[in-house]
């Protein structure tokens, strides 16, 4: 079946502008997870949905990050004001369950670059 | 806190030979622990997970893991190495109880099989 895709794969943009990316999670995967990996390093948390809510978003690291997933399916992942240091791959993985024990499955990303 | 490291940045492995990836984590309880892959320009893929039971866990293309709770070690094993396993490899533990959704994932470990 289909996995986890995210759009678009790449994204390039100037600092100080908006940028939207898209996660559509595995058919049926109640969770779904928002995940930022740079250069060299593991994918760090940044958000948790079960179903439309935001359960977890601690990871979230300012006010210029913003996710929705308003129908329980697709999420999207809102930057405003980009920044530099916003360059990253973001990643969407989503699960059957939210739960300890279930396995995530992720998608290919988003490569985000702010010049 | 939750924490995983991976000591290494990279293992190289001669065609044929076994391998083995280090993983060790820190979290209160006891934890789930997982093992993705990332080839370039890809997404994580899933290889194996330990819940509960057996130490010895199996996974994807001939990959296996081994749960020591006394070392708090995972590391991730395949008796024959093959060129196709070059990649990265990251190791990722989640605590049980609620709140523990996000996945911490280690800084990787990058395979090197040379023919």
């Known amino acids: 079946g289909a996995g986890v895709s995210q759009t678009p794969s790449n994204k390039v943009t100037e600092k100080g502008k908006y940028v939207e990316l898209r996660c559509d999670p595995i058919s049926g995967h109640t969770a779904l997870y928002w995940y930022r990996q740079s250069l060299g390093q593991g994918p760090e948390f940044l958000i948790y949905f079960q179903g439309t809510g935001a359960a977890d978003d601690s990871g979230l690291p300012n006010d210029r990050f913003f996710a929705v997933r308003p129908e329980g399916s697709v999420s999207t992942l809102k930057i405003q004001r980009t920044e530099r240091g916003d360059s990253a791959v973001y990643l969407c993985?989503?699960?059957?369950?939210?739960?300890?024990?279930?396995?995530?499955?992720f998608g290919p990303g988003t490569r985000l670059l702010v010049l | 806190a939750q924490s995983v490291a991976q000591p290494e940045d990279q293992v190289n492995v001669a065609e044929g030979n076994p391998l083995t990836v280090k993983c060790t984590y820190s979290v209160s309880g006891n934890p789930y622990l997982f093992w993705y892959v990332q080839y370039p320009n890809r997404g994580l893929q899933f290889l194996l997970k330990y819940i509960t039971g057996d130490n010895l866990v199996k996974g994807s293309y001939g990959f296996e893991a081994e749960f020591n709770k006394s070392q708090t070690s995972f590391h991730l094993k395949k008796p024959s190495a093959l060129v196709s396993d070059s990649a990265l490899y990251f190791c990722?533990?989640?605590?049980?109880?609620?709140?523990?959704?996000?996945?911490?994932f280690g800084a990787g470990t990058r395979l090197a099989v040379h023919p």
């Open positions: 990722a533990v989640r605590g049980r109880g609620g709140g523990y959704n996000k996945l911490i």
């Open positions: 993985a989503s699960s059957l369950e939210p739960g300890g024990a279930e396995t995530q499955y």
